[in-house]
């Protein structure tokens, strides 16, 4: 991407004790470096398609509804 894009990423996860738990924890820091942003759902108490979620990416990210661009974001502008 040009500089000054911000990207995000989002999963409906949950708190795993699982045995692959570390399959998993090792998967999302490889996963994190490549994003500016990455939201697990069971860190922040909310889940997709909750609007509440996208707003708190807007927030840290710095960001406005308009500017953002993405699949499956109820705060996006139409895709030209």
Partial sequence: ???GFKTCVFTNNWVDDSMGRLFTSSLLTVVQ????LLIESCRVGLHKP???IYTYALEVLQAQPQEVWGHHHPLQLPRC
């Fill in 1 to 3: 991407l040009s500089p």
């Fill in 50 to 52: 909750d609007p509440r």
């Fill in 33 to 36: 470096r490549h994003f500016d």
